[in-house]
């Protein structure tokens, strides 16, 4: 059993920030690609920020610039940071880790940007 526990959502006004947390159960270094995924109404969810066990990263385009995604090893919690938000930034975050071909979802966490 491995649980992933997003948090750090919430509603925010455009320009705002966010940091969204994604605890694991156990070490994230277990897994092989660890990474944030959305998805708005009506939408497909889609790849935000993914990170490897080796530390490198990759961007969907539209938050490039805009977003960070980190880690804590010793916290086992992978972060997203998110500045400069927008109204279209608005969905359902989860984390992802995927490791031999197998996925662990979190449940997601709800980010509203609006005035």
């Known amino acids: 059993q491995v649980d992933l526990v997003e948090s750090g959502g919430g509603l925010v006004q455009p320009g705002g920030s966010l940091r969204l947390s994604c605890a694991a159960s156990?070490?994230?270094?277990?897994?092989?690609?660890m990474g944030w995924y959305r998805q708005a109404p009506g939408k497909q969810r889609e790849l935000v920020a993914g990170?490897?066990?080796?530390?490198?990263?990759n961007y969907a385009d539209s938050v490039k610039g805009r977003f960070t995604i980190s880690r804590d090893n010793a916290k086992n919690t992978v972060y997203l940071q998110m500045n400069s938000l927008k109204p279209e930034d608005t969905a359902v975050y989860y984390c992802?880790?995927?490791?031999?071909?197998?996925?662990?979802w979190g449940q997601g966490t709800q980010v509203t940007v609006s005035s």
């Open positions: 156990r070490s994230i270094l277990w897994f092989n690609t």
């Open positions: 992802k880790g995927w490791r031999m071909g197998r996925d662990y």
């Open positions: 990170m490897s066990s080796s530390g490198s990263t």
